[in-house]
């Protein structure tokens, strides 16, 4: 499995788990759109870092661009595909749903029949914590019903879950499929929480606070996202995996739905509090009501990560934020 297609190498995700590949001693195809949704710059310099390693090699292409897909999955015939590449962001969605419906459905059925006519040995995709949706029993577990997505983003993403599925059984691809909760750290997206919060309190900008303060989140460290998925390529799932695996598994199909998050609610005002120590500034809070679309909490269960895997995200989001700000002031020369 050390032939790996990478979907998304320019993006946040993408681009560290190439990089992690890499030191390893694996071959990295990486396919990326490099659209403008947020700073191309940022996502070229990505490019760049990875390109300096002679076992990375890349395309610039959409997910909508079957022929291209087909063209360099033919030439570089991966045994593994690792399926990052999305329209990204949840309150995107909101302005802009159809880039999410040719992105994320239509990209990512390409994505599945690449797989299907290269015979990968795994696939694994990125879904999200949004697909918990409106759910309020905590810690989200895989196998709770999850039929309440409240965005269009959100409900791509149980879409391409259920394709998966579909084509695990159909066509015997081991695929699995990991629910993010709320990554962060360095080369983040500047549309994300933490990019957003430290931009502006170092540019004397007001921050905008949902709900009043009152959301939680799981707040989940870059590294330990890449780290559990490389553990997870070397298991691909099997039809008949054991009964220890049926929190998350699928009963009639090579299929598992996994969460990957750090397993602790975080407030997000202890967040915020932690920002402005370290940059030892205040911010200015612009407290506002629920967006639309919005959830005031995710809190992943990954035990069933643990048994998979042996590993549970623990980074401290104290030390993930100083490595953040870390990088941002480095990068854009504070």
């Known amino acids: 499995m050390n032939k790996i297609l990478i979907t998304g190498t320019a993006g946040f995700i993408g681009f560290h788990l190439a990089k992690l590949l890499l030191k390893h001693g694996f071959q990295?195809?990486?396919?990326?759109?490099?659209?403008?949704?947020?700073?191309?710059?940022?996502?070229?310099?990505?490019?760049s870092i990875l390109s300096e390693n002679q076992n990375f090699y890349k395309t610039e292409g959409m997910l909508e661009d079957i022929d291209k897909l087909n063209s360099i999955s033919s030439e570089f015939k991966p045994s593994v595909i690792v399926h990052?590449?999305?329209?990204?962001?949840?309150?995107?969605s909101l302005d802009n749903p159809r880039s999410y419906i040719n992105s994320n459905i239509i990209g990512t059925f390409n994505v599945m029949e690449i797989a299907r006519k290269q015979k990968v040995k795994h696939l694994l995709m990125a879904s999200t914590s949004s697909v918990y949706g409106a759910n309020t029993n905590m810690p989200f577990r895989e196998n709770q019903k999850s039929d309440s997505q409240l965005?269009?983003?959100?409900?791509?993403?149980?879409?391409?879950?259920?394709?998966?599925?579909?084509?695990?059984y159909l066509w015997e691809i081991p695929i699995t499929v990991f629910r993010f909760f709320t990554v962060y750290g360095p080369w983040g997206r500047p549309d994300m929480a933490l990019f957003k919060?430290?931009?502006?309190i170092l540019n004397d900008k007001p921050i905008d606070i949902y709900n009043n303060g009152n959301m939680y989140r799981d707040f989940t460290y870059i590294d330990d996202i890449v780290n559990s998925i490389k553990s997870l390529i070397e298991k691909p799932p099997s039809?008949?995996?054991?009964?220890?695996?049926?929190?998350?598994?699928?009963?009639?199909?090579?299929?598992?739905?996994?969460?990957?998050?750090?397993s602790k609610k975080i407030k997000l005002l202890d967040f915020i509090d932690e920002i402005e120590i370290i940059l030892k500034k205040k911010a200015i809070r612009n407290y506002l009501p629920m967006q639309l679309g919005d959830v005031s909490s995710t809190w992943a269960d990954v035990s069933a990560l643990k048994k998979l895997i042996n590993f549970t995200p623990s980074t401290d989001f104290k030390d993930g934020v100083k490595n953040f700000i870390k990088w941002y002031k480095e990068y854009y020369n504070v």
């Open 197 to 200: 919060f430290v931009n502006a």
């Open 28 to 47: 990295v195809y990486g396919y990326d759109g490099i659209t403008d949704y947020y700073d191309v710059k940022l996502k070229k310099n990505r490019h």
């Open 151 to 168: 965005t269009i983003y959100a409900a791509t993403k149980k879409s391409n879950e259920s394709m998966a599925h579909s084509y695990a």
């Open 239 to 262: 039809v008949l995996d054991d009964n220890s695996q049926k929190n998350s598994h699928s009963a009639v199909a090579p299929f598992r739905l996994i969460n990957i998050g750090n």
């Open 84 to 92: 990052l590449a999305a329209q990204a962001g949840v309150r995107y």
